[in-house]
Nanobody, 125 residues
């Protein structure tokens, strides 16, 4: 199972960007998903997460009211709409998913934590 992010780029402060994270691979079920970010010289931090059905979301205090996380389970895709961007939002953004799948040769399903490769968001002042 792979997660592929897209939508990063360069934007001026106050602008907007939308990120996508698409899951692909063999048979799997996606449970909770989330967006994380890592700025230069800083630890990776949670930006937002969303439950399997999309009914519950959580946000870091720093992005509340500006970012919106959502998902389309029919497309196995998660989104992050980022508005009113600030220079301090500059980071590599990673998507994360808890996935249930049956590994090759296995009989029973297992849970895996999968990460995307990251997409760079740069906000200029």
């Amino acid at each position: 199972v792979q997660l592929v992010e897209s939508g990063g780029g360069l934007v001026q402060a106050g602008g907007s960007l939308s990120l996508s994270c698409a899951a692909s691979g063999s048979t799997f079920n996606i449970n909770a998903m989330g967006w994380y970010r890592q700025a230069p010289g800083k630890q990776r931090e949670l930006v937002a997460n969303i439950t399997s059905g999309g009914g519950t979301t959580n946000y870091a205090d720093s992005v509340k009211g500006r970012f919106t996380i959502s998902r389309d389970n029919a497309k196995n895709t998660m989104y992050l709409q980022m508005n009113s961007l600030k220079p301090e939002d500059t980071a590599v953004y990673y998507c994360n998913a808890d996935i249930t799948t049956v590994l090759p040769g296995a009989i029973y399903p297992t849970n895996l934590e999968v990460w995307g490769q990251g997409t760079l968001v740069t906000v200029s002042s």
